[in-house]
């Protein structure tokens, strides 16, 4: 039986100043590097996301990502460096 290796997915919602991007992870190692960069983009763009995780299985889950008053739409660019980061070449947009 061959395994499936299952890719980070990411899917971006935004509306007004409102502006959201949940990323979905199969394993471990996907959950932590969504932690690291995370961490590394906060520090580097000096903007604080709401953050929430919700968990679907032993390492599943998804992590969802908030900016509820993006005035200056810094969402965009936090969103896209992590998107990079990540190494995820497709966002669906809802």
Known sequence: ????????????????????????????????????ATNELIKEFKVYPSQTMSPKGEFQGEFCLEF?????????DFFESMIQKLDINKCEIG
């Open 68 to 76: 509820t008053d993006d005035y200056d739409k810094e969402s965009g």
């Open 1 to 36: 039986m061959s395994e499936v290796k299952s890719c980070i997915k990411a899917y971006h919602e935004m509306e007004e100043r409102y502006a959201r991007l949940v990323i979905e992870y199969f394993t471990l190692e996907q959950k932590e590097a969504i932690f690291h």
